[in-house]
């Protein structure tokens, strides 16, 4: 069975356990602190030069490191891949938005308010522009979502597992998706599909 390197509360680390429980796939969960990261190198250095979680072993004891790489080696071949080159893009488009413009302002806001320990004047500084970029990722998905069900053709597809991890808990970082109607029906739409598991 793969093992995976996993942390319970990072929606990196969850957007793999969410697609390996669409697809019925069992993993091994070795769940890694993402405050005290003092033992990182003696458990991931092996395994994925930036010490991060997720890291996934695969049988043979292959290792393969983030979570857009892990998602896409899990999901081809699957129906949360299509088949058509330019969907299959188009799915590429927005999983390295999610990693460019979506994540990095998302979860460290997450992070830092609701996971870091941090005292808040520690991170207060960091927070408007956080808060800002964050909330321009959320225009450009509501634009995009206006009138469609999913990211990419009309099923559910990596691209909205891997937009779906930090969107559905930003509340968590401070962010309100009230003016966002088609981000909130398109996060029920996910969470409503057979084989959903929350974060939890
Ligand atoms: N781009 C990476 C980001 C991975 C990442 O930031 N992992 C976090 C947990 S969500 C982590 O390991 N943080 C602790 C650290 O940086 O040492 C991915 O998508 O997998």
Redesign the pocket.
Known sequence: MPVLYN?M?????Y?VRLLAAHLGVELELRE?S?TD?SD?PELLGALNP?????TLVLDDGRPL????A?LWYLGEGTRFVPADRYARAQVLQWMFFE?YEH?PAI?VAR?LIAYSGLEREQYEKRLPRLHADGERALAAMERHLEGRAFFVGDEMTLADIALYAYTHCAEEGGFDLAPFPAVRSWLARVAAEPGHIPIP
């Open positions: 942390s509360i990072s929606g990196n680390c957007k890694v993402v990261r990182r930036s010490l991060r979680v997720p490191g983030e979570s857009g892990i990693q994540e979860a992070f």
